[in-house]
């Protein structure tokens, strides 16, 4: 699903117009990133929770030359789904 899809699909379940949607879909997104930004998590019960964890600098290969290369360290964006999701998949 795109998220063009996604935003007619919350239309159309919550009855806005798809530009509502789509600023409210847009405004999430962003409070959940700036909220990792600042190191501190989402979440949402039952659904999931959204956090940052920090990958240490590791060693890591050119599949190419086969040559060693330093792969920096990194914040990622990491989810836990919750019970209701995993139960509502099964």
């Given at each position: 699903?795109?998220?063009?899809?996604?935003?007619?699909?919350?239309?159309?379940?919550?009855?806005?117009?798809?530009?509502?949607?789509?600023?409210?879909?847009?405004a999430a997104l962003d409070v959940i990133t700036s909220t990792l930004k600042a190191g501190d998590?989402?979440?949402?019960?039952?659904?999931?929770?959204?956090?940052?964890?920090?990958?240490?600098?590791?060693?890591?290969?050119?599949?190419?030359?086969?040559?060693?290369?330093?792969?920096?360290?990194?914040?990622?964006?990491?989810?836990?789904?919750?019970?209701?999701?995993?139960?509502?998949?099964?």
């Amino acid at each position: 699903m795109t998220k063009q899809e996604f935003v007619e699909a919350v239309a159309n379940e919550a009855g806005l117009t798809k530009k509502d949607a789509g600023a409210a879909i847009d405004a999430a997104l962003d409070v959940i990133t700036s909220t990792l930004k600042a190191g501190d998590s989402v979440t949402f019960t039952g659904f999931g929770k959204f956090h940052a964890t920090r990958r240490a600098a590791r060693q890591g290969v050119n599949p190419r030359t086969g040559e060693p290369v330093q792969i920096a360290a990194a914040n990622v964006p990491k989810f836990s789904a919750g019970s209701q999701l995993k139960k509502a998949l099964n």
